[in-house]
């Protein structure tokens, strides 16, 4: 079973910046957190994932809170072509599987 | 290019037929998984393999056979066993133990 908490469903502004809570309490000290993407009917796509420390690449921002008990994804200016399901998971290295749950619905409005 | 390439992308099923959904990647990872998505569902793990000719059932693997004969392939056959199978199969490669998973395009299997 899934280890993270989403909200099923956000909206954003175009030209925004969207962000996408996920909470994780139980996480381990060895767990990470990993976000994906799923756009419609394509398979998902991999974002970004932490230990403890924030995280950017070029395409989001990763904040984890000082607990760990949870996180904060952030497109920091959202385009129509956000527009997707994301997924927080929690993932422990060296593990074999990922859990992947009902994640969040993010629409961008124009 | 790198990458996971599924096909069909679409496929129909007749009543009491078996039917093979092919996945095969040139990414050289040592992983790879089959997926099962339902409208508005997460992502369900049906089977794993993190090395050729072993493998091991995931959460849903009834109904369900696969084979790892080389690296680069991992069919998936949905079996007349299988009594619902209409839904979006994805498979996937990763680093064996890695988090970062590489996604198909994905097959949509409907029942005639």
């Known amino acids: 079973d899934a280890k993270t908490t989403q909200p099923p469903s956000m909206d954003c502004a175009e030209g925004r910046a969207a962000n996408l809570p996920c909470n994780h309490s139980t996480i381990s000290g060895n767990e990470y957190v990993y976000w994906y993407r799923q756009i419609h009917s394509q398979g998902p796509q991999y974002i970004i994932h932490?230990?403890?420390n924030n995280e950017t690449n070029e395409m989001a921002s990763l904040i984890i809170t000082e607990d760990r008990k949870s996180s904060t994804l952030i497109l920091p200016h959202a385009t129509l072509r956000d527009t997707a399901v994301y997924y927080c998971?929690?993932?422990?290295?060296?593990?074999?599987?990922?859990?992947f749950g009902k994640g969040t619905k993010l629409t961008v409005n124009p | 290019d790198g990458g996971i390439t599924q096909s069909p992308k679409y496929l129909f099923r007749k009543e009491g037929q078996n039917v093979t959904l092919s996945c095969e990647q040139n990414l050289n990872h040592d992983a790879m998984y089959w997926y099962r998505q339902d409208p508005g569902q997460g992502l369900r793990l049906i089977y794993y393999s993190q090395i050729v000719n072993d493998f091991q059932k995931g959460d849903i693997a009834e109904g369900y056979s696969v084979s790892r004969e080389k690296k680069e392939s991992f069919p998936l056959t949905v079996t007349s066993a299988q009594k619902n199978p209409t839904a979006f199969y994805l498979c996937?490669?990763?680093?064996?133990?890695?988090?970062?998973?590489?996604f198909g395009a994905g097959t949509r299997l409907s029942v005639l």
């Open positions: 932490g230990l403890k």
């Open positions: 998971i929690v993932y422990q290295g060296g593990s074999e599987k990922l859990v």
């Open positions: 996937a490669s990763s680093m064996r133990g890695a988090g970062i998973q590489y």
